[in-house]
């Protein structure tokens, strides 16, 4: 039986998928996600010869396609921000990034040392890469398209958050790779890691960024007016925003996560209510729910594959304390005497730090560049880990939101669906 042809439906399903479950589930208490990954557990424990999707023999497969996808995402991220930069404006995500995620890095590398008995470099490296909150799994918790509208506290924080953090966690990744055991000085290695990791590549990113994306608003918004570009290819250019401010920022060593999120926020903020904005976003989004799926379905047979096999009791608990203790006790603590923020999205904030791609990412990464030891433990907890969060805040992300826009007296989501989808109808004659 060829693999060829079996992915060919598997995929083909898959994606017909993206198109209808998203609507059909918007009003019950389940994420899509959910299902991919039991298909891809469904297809790869069925009795016929499939490919191996074991992290080790693909590393670098692994690496780029769950890289490409977050950088997609993170595009379309900054994209549907309406809210314009300030410190003012995003001290919420910025106590989130700043404060938050290093409290819990810091949490989850003493409960990876003291608990699980790792070597400081794989317990900094756990930490790292399942810190930071994830943009792509993250859709039901944040902000509507572009111009919609819904940029409540909850909503705008989350958001906010999961497009910094995914490029402000990387220091502690290299971090990581400096403790691992070498000819170099610890002290030398560390001093390096100071100025460059932290200090080079966080400047190099948001200046790159930044240039990115005031460039490509240039060519976006000003040239147009003497050279005709068709609605129909602005898609493409949201596509070259990602490639370019990533890439560029990549090959000068700095963070090209950071630099793709600044360069659509400061995209975002030209032109803020022209309808290329939409059609960006709609063309990132149409791409990352399609490498979305590739990459559940393959997580969905690493774990029938046996991915988790290595998991202990001592690991899943590791996974439990971050998203049940470590995520909410450290969110409730950050937000504390914010005035603007009651204490009910204080508690919604603090509880949706959802885990996915992006620590996929980070763990694949630092193994291809390092020997961490136990190597194999880190991807079981980081499987069973992002396994919990996206069951658990999947199922609870409706309701949830459901039952904060109604205490702020705001329509829910799927009444504002109902409600465009009316006006879309045309009227009989």
């Known amino acids: 039986m060829s693999f060829y042809n079996i992915a060919l439906v598997v995929l083909g399903v898959a994606i017909m998928g993206v198109a209808w479950l998203p609507s059909l589930l918007e009003k019950y208490p389940?994420?899509?996600p959910i299902f991919y990954i039991l298909l891809g557990l469904g297809v790869f424990s069925l009795p016929i010869e499939l490919p191996s999707v074991?992290?080790?023999e693909s590393p670098t497969l692994i690496t780029h396609l769950s890289e490409l996808c977050v950088i997609v995402a993170l595009t379309g991220t900054g994209l549907k921000i309406d809210r314009?930069?300030?410190?003012?404006r995003w001290r919420t995500p910025l106590k989130l990034v700043l404060i938050l995620m290093v409290l819990t890095i810091a949490g989850l590398t003493l409960a990876g040392w003291g608990l699980l008995g790792l070597a400081l470099p794989s317990a900094v490296l756990l930490a790292a890469a399942l810190a930071p909150t994830d943009p792509v799994l993250a859709g039901d918790v944040q902000v509507g398209d572009p111009g919609e509208g819904r940029e409540d506290n909850v909503r705008f924080a989350l958001t906010g958050e999961a497009g910094l953090n995914d490029g402000l966690a990387f220091p502690f990744v290299w971090l990581a790779l400096a403790l691992i055991p070498d000819a170099i000085p610890v002290t030398d290695r560390l001093l390096h890691w100071l100025w460059m990791d932290v200090l080079y590549r966080v400047v190099a990113g948001v200046v790159l960024g930044w240039l990115s994306g005031r460039l490509l608003a240039f060519l976006i918004f000003s040239l147009p007016k003497r050279i005709s570009i068709k609605a129909s290819a602005y898609g493409f250019v949201a596509l070259a925003v990602t490639l370019v401010s990533y890439g560029v920022t990549e090959l000068v060593h700095g963070y090209g996560?950071?630099?793709?999120?600044?360069a659509a926020i400061t995209l975002r903020g030209r032109e803020s209510k022209h309808e290329y904005h939409k059609q960006m976003h709609a063309f990132t989004d149409q791409l990352e729910r399609l490498l979305i799926v590739v990459i559940l379905i393959l997580f969905g047979g690493a774990i029938a594959g046996g991915l988790l096999a290595p998991l202990t009791w001592q690991a899943a608990a590791v996974g439990l304390l971050l998203l049940l203790v470590l995520r909410p006790l450290g969110g409730m603590l950050t937000?504390?005497?914010?005035?603007?923020?009651?204490?009910?999205?204080?508690v919604v904030i603090s509880f949706f730090g959802i885990r996915g791609i992006g620590s996929i990412f980070y763990i694949a990464f630092a193994l291809e560049r390092a020997n961490f030891p136990q190597a194999r433990l880190l991807w079981a907890v980081l499987g069973f880990t992002m396994l919990v969060s996206i069951v658990m805040h999947g199922a609870l992300a409706t309701p949830v939101m459901n039952w904060l826009d109604r205490r702020h007296g705001?329509?829910?989501?799927?009444?504002?669906?109902?409600?465009s989808d009316g006006k879309a109808e045309p009227t009989a004659e």
């Open 30 to 32: 389940l994420s899509y």
């Open 84 to 88: 314009a930069f300030s410190l003012l």
């Open 410 to 419: 705001r329509k829910i989501a799927a009444e504002i669906t109902e409600e």
């Open 335 to 346: 937000l504390a005497g914010s005035e603007r923020v009651t204490l009910a999205e204080r």
């Open 257 to 262: 996560f950071l630099a793709v999120f600044v």
């Open 54 to 56: 074991d992290p080790f």
